[in-house]
C-alpha cells in the first residue's frame, strides 16, 4: 500500500530557503517508471503543480517557479526533497507531494499535505 | 490565471446531475493529452476520481463519469449526495509549458 508524508517548518522567513521532505512507503524510486509530485495550494485558491522526479533521476519544473526549485531523491531513505528559494509571503501555501501512476501519468496517492506559512 | 478555465462553481439538489466543464487548448486537451479529475473534500488531500479522460479508479462510484472532446473535457455527477460537496479539479499536460496543469478548480454545492 503506497502512502507518502510531507514534513518541514511550518512558517519560514521572506526570502529564506524551503526545504520540504516527502517520505513514501510502498513503491522504490528506482523502479522503471515511477515518479514523485510535488503540488501546492495557497489558502483558498487552486492547485499547482511544481516539480517531478523520476526513477531515472530526470526532472521536470514549474515554468514559472523553475529558478527557485530544487528537487532530489534519495532512494535509499525512500525520501523526496523539494527545495524552494527566496520564500515571499505568497508562497504560503499547503504543500502535497503524491505517487505519480507510472501507466496514466496521473497523481493516484497523496500525502496529507504541510502547511507553510512565510511572514516575518 | 489557470491554463484549464472551469467555473467556479456549480451547483444541484440531491438526486440531479451537473456537470463541470474544463476547457484547454491546442497545447494541452487539443493535443490528446488525457484528462484527470480530483475531488478534494473540505480540508483533505485531493483524491483521484477519473484517470485517462473516463476511467474510474476502484472504489469511485459510478455515478461519477468523464469525458473529453477535442480541447475540452467534462465531469458529470449523477444522483447527487451531500458528500459530494466538495472542490473538482481538472488535471493534464501542457506542451508548450512542457509540464502539468490543472484547472481552476469548481466548487460544487448541493442544494
Known amino acids: 500500500q503506497i502512502a507518502l508524508k510531507e514534513s518541514g517548518p511550518t512558517l519560514v522567513k521572506p526570502t529564506q530557503t524551503l526545504t520540504l521532505t516527502c517520505t513514501f512507503s510502498g513503491f522504490s524510486l528506482s523502479t522503471s517508471g515511477v515518479g514523485v509530485a510535488w503540488i501546492r495550494q495557497p489558502p483558498g485558491k487552486a492547485l499547482e503543480w511544481l516539480a517531478y522526479?523520476?526513477?531515472?533521476?530526470?526532472?521536470t519544473y514549474s515554468p514559472s517557479l523553475k529558478s527557485r526549485l530544487t528537487i532530489t531523491k534519495d532512494t535509499s531513505k525512500n525520501q523526496v526533497v523539494l527545495t524552494m528559494t527566496n520564500m515571499d509571503p505568497v508562497d504560503t501555501a499547503t504543500y502535497y507531494c503524491?505517487?505519480?501512476?507510472?501507466?496514466?501519468?496521473?497523481?493516484?496517492?497523496w500525502g496529507k499535505g504541510t502547511t507553510v506559512t512565510v511572514s516575518s | 490565471q489557470s491554463v484549464l478555465t472551469q467555473p467556479p462553481s456549480v451547483s444541484g439538489a440531491p438526486g440531479q446531475r451537473v456537470t463541470i466543464s474544463c476547457t484547454g487548448s491546442s497545447s494541452n486537451i487539443g493535443s490528446g493529452y488525457d484528462v484527470h479529475w480530483y475531488q478534494q473534500l473540505p480540508g483533505t488531500a485531493p483524491k483521484v476520481l477519473i484517470y485517462?479522460?473516463?476511467n474510474r479508479p476502484s472504489g469511485v462510484p459510478d455515478r461519477f463519469s468523464g469525458s473529453k472532446s477535442g480541447t475540452s473535457a467534462s465531469l458529470a455527477i449523477t444522483g447527487l449526495q451531500a458528500e459530494d460537496e466538495a472542490d473538482y479539479y481538472c488535471?493534464?499536460?501542457?506542451?508548450?509549458?512542457?509540464?502539468?496543469?490543472f484547472g481552476g478548480g469548481t466548487r460544487l454545492t448541493v442544494l
Open positions: 503524491a505517487h505519480r501512476n507510472s501507466g496514466w501519468g496521473y497523481m493516484d496517492v
Open positions: 485517462g479522460n473516463s
Open positions: 522526479i523520476y526513477w531515472d533521476d530526470d526532472k
Open positions: 488535471h493534464s499536460y501542457d506542451n508548450s509549458l512542457s509540464g502539468v496543469v
